[in-house]
C-alpha cells in the first residue's frame, strides 16, 4: 500500500500492514472469519479473483452477481478457485430469471445476497442449499420485511454508498436503528453496516454503531484485482466525497427499470452535468445518448462513463491489493477499538 495520504488521520502508521490481527465479532465467530469486513458484491467488479483475496485475507468474498448473467457468473465462481464465497443479487432483476439462483447454489456458497426487492420467494431455496441469506436494507420497513422472511444477516446501507440504494438515510443514523430493530425483534440476526466505510476508523465507528462488521463497496472497487479499467480507478483517486451524486441518468440511458425509489450514486462527469434534473430530455434524446453511452464504454471515455463510487471515493488515494486494503483496515479498527 502507498503511503498514508499527506495528512490523514492514520499518516504516522506503518505502511504495510501484512498481518491480520483478527477482530471478534458475532459475524467472524458465525461465519469463521478473522476480519469483519464483507465485500460488497459489485456487479460485474466483485470478481471471483477480488472475492477470493478478500477471503483468504480473513473476510468474506462475495461475487457480485448484480443483474445476472449465466455465463459470467459460472466463469467467476471458477475464479475464486477453492475460497468460501458468496454471491449477490439484485433481487427484481432475479425474479425475472430465477433459475440464475441455481447456478450460484451449485457452487456452494457461503451466503447469498438480496438487494432491492423483495426477498421472500428465494429464502426457502438459499437456506435448504445451506448459505446464508444476507438481505442489504434502506429503511426500517425494509428491515422487518427482510427479517419476517427470514434474513439470517441485515445489511444497512446508507445514502453515501456507490451503487444503488436510497437517500433518504444516512449510514451513522440507520446502524443503530436497525441494530436495535434486530437486537429487539431477532436476536439471532447479524447487522453489518454500508456506505462509507473506507479504513479502519470507518469499520470501528460500524463496529461501535451496533453493526456486527461492515460491507464495503467504493474502497474495494480502487484494489488491484477489482474488475475495473485501470482509467477509471486512476481518474477516481482525484476525486472527493462531493464529486458524487445519486442520479437516475445511468439507469435511464441503460434502459433499466428501477423501482422510482432507487437511485445510484456516480462520480459526476459531463454526462451527469448535461442530463442530471433534465431526465424528460434524456429520454426524448435516449437514441443519441445511448451511442455516447455506448461510445464511452468502448474507449474508457471518463466524461460519459457510468463509475459507480460512493462518498467514500474522497478517502481512496491509490489502488491497492485486497488482502493488504483488508489487513490495514482490520489492524487500524482494532487499535481504534483497544486503546
Ligand atoms: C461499483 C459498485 C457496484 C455495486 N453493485 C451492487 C450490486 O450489484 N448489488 C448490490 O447489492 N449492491 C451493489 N453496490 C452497493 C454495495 O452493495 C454497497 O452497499 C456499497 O458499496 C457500500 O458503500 P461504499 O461504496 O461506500 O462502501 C455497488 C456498489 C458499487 C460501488
Not at 490481527?21 to 472469519?33: G, I, K, Q, S, Y
Not at 427470514?150 to 444516512?170: F, K, P, Y
Not at 464529486?243 to 428501477?258: A, C, F, G, K, Q
Request: charged share 15%.
Amino acid at each position: 500500500m502507498s503511503p498514508p495520504h499527506p495528512g490523514s488521520f492514520f499518516a504516522e502508521e506503518s505502511r504495510t500492514m501484512s498481518v491480520n490481527t483478527p477482530l471478534t465479532t458475532r459475524l467472524t465467530t458465525a461465519l469463521e472469519l478473522t476480519s469483519p469486513v464483507v465485500l460488497a458484491p459489485m456487479d460485474l467488479v466483485s470478481g471471483g479473483r477480488l472475492a477470493a483475496a478478500v477471503t483468504r485475507a480473513g473476510g468474506l468474498g462475495m461475487i457480485g452477481g448484480g443483474y445476472g448473467d449465466r455465463d459470467w457468473l459460472i466463469r467467476e465462481f471458477a475464479n475464486a478457485g477453492q475460497a468460501r464465497v458468496g454471491c449477490g443479487f439484485i433481487t427484481w432483476s432475479l425474479a425475472r430469471q430465477p433459475r440464475l439462483l441455481d447456478v450460484a447454489l451449485d457452487h456452494n456458497p457461503v451466503a447469498i445476497m438480496l438487494s432491492f426487492g423483495d426477498p421472500a420467494p428465494f429464502v426457502d431455496r438459499i437456506h435448504t442449499a445451506g448459505a446464508k441469506v444476507i438481505c442489504q436494507i434502506h429503511s426500517l420497513d425494509d428491515a422487518r420485511r427482510a427479517l419476517s422472511a427470514g434474513a439470517d444477516i441485515l445489511v444497512a446501507q446508507g445514502g453515501e454508498a456507490g451503487g444503488h440504494g436510497t437517500a433518504t438515510r444516512s449510514t451513522f443514523t440507520l446502524v443503530p436503528e436497525i441494530a436495535d430493530l434486530a437486537a429487539a425483534t431477532a436476536p439471532g440476526t447479524l447487522v453489518l453496516a454500508a456506505g462509507g466505510i473506507a479504513d479502519g476508523r470507518g469499520l470501528a465507528a460500524a463496529l461501535m454503531l451496533g453493526a456486527d462488521g461492515a460491507l464495503i463497496g467504493t474502497r474495494l472497487w480502487a484494489s488491484s484485482e477489482a474488475l475495473v479499467p485501470g482509467p477509471a480507478q486512476r481518474h477516481a483517486l482525484e476525486a472527493t466525497g462531493d464529486d458524487t451524486i445519486r442520479t437516475s441518468v445511468y439507469d435511464l440511458v441503460r434502459e433499466n427499470p428501477w423501482p422510482g425509489h432507487y437511485t445510484g450514486r456516480v462520480l459526476c462527469n459531463a454526462f451527469t452535468a448535461r442530463w442530471h434534473g433534465h431526465e424528460s430530455r434524456l429520454v426524448e434524446a435516449l437514441p443519441d445518448a445511448q451511442t455516447t453511452y455506448r461510445q464511452a464504454h468502448a474507449h474508457h471515455d471518463l466524461d460519459n462513463l457510468n463509475i459507480i463510487v460512493g462518498e467514500a471515493v474522497g478517502q481512496v488515494h491509490d489502488v491497492t491489493p485486497a488482502a493488504e486494503l483488508l489487513h490495514t483496515i482490520t489492524n487500524q479498527a482494532h487499535r481504534l477499538l483497544t486503546v
